[in-house]
């Protein structure tokens, strides 16, 4: 079974500061996929990233860099110089090929406040 | 190239009341998958659709279901409308290459209130 896990529920940080959002998995699967999404208040979830399980390479994308950790199961992201336009609903998600079809499983997601 | 479009924005029905929503995926893309959100349960997956057949199904009670067309437009349609059935529901469209590892790409979503 696929699991996903976003222990933050709510985080608040001053403009400027950096701030990293927590995201374990659970998965069977030898080969898999790991995603971010954000969604802001306007409710449209948008794609940022993705990683498969053979890369763990991080990735940094101007202010937006992701660890991804198989050895704990990690795929930590962190914002840095935080502005108020990354105040959104992140989602870490899980995909794998299940029966020819593409299984995905979403965390609960961290609500992150970006406080001018 | 136009993202993926759900129609209407915003509904308000009555319990007992059913409801259909619309969704257009992006050009091209032959999935289309359905979420339910509200604030205590987060994203709940309803169903999944490809070349018209559902391919897989959330633990949902069978008043939520849903179609495919040919042009990859799908719907959900929502019976005997209940009060926790509020929610903004999603809709998300991807290329789906049999890798399963294609982005979702989501609709701003439909935002229901049942009264």
């Known amino acids: 079974a696929q699991k996903v896990t976003q222990a933050q529920t709510e985080i608040s940080v001053v403009e400027k500061e950096d701030v990293t959002l927590d995201c374990v998995y659970e998965t069977r699967d030898t080969t898999y996929y790991l995603f971010w999404y954000k969604q802001p208040p306007s409710g449209e979830l948008v794609f940022l990233i993705r990683r498969n399980s053979f890369d763990e390479q991080n990735e940094i994308s101007g202010r937006y860099s992701w660890n991804f950790q198989k050895s704990t199961s990690s795929f930590n992201f962190t914002i840095t110089a935080s502005q108020v336009v990354d105040s959104a609903v992140y989602f870490c998600a899980l995909s794998a090929l299940r029966g020819g079809y593409q299984k995905v499983t979403f965390g609960t997601g961290t609500k992150l406040q970006v406080i001018p | 190239k136009a993202g993926v479009t759900q129609t209407p924005r915003y509904l308000i029905k009555t319990r007992g009341q059913q409801v259909t929503l619309s969704c257009s995926p992006i050009s091209g893309h032959r999935s289309v998958s359905w979420y339910q959100q509200t604030p205590g349960q987060g994203l709940q997956f309803l169903f999944e659709?490809?070349?018209?057949?559902?391919?897989n199904k959330g633990n949902f009670p069978g008043r939520f279901s849903g179609r495919q067309f040919s042009n990859s437009r799908s719907e959900m349609n929502v019976s005997t409308l209940e009060l926790g059935d509020s929610a903004l529901y999603l809709c998300a469209s991807s290329l789906d290459m049999g890798q399963g590892n294609s982005p979702l790409h989501f609709g701003n979503g439909t935002r229901l209130t049942v009264t």
């Open positions: 659709y490809f070349s018209e057949t559902q391919r």
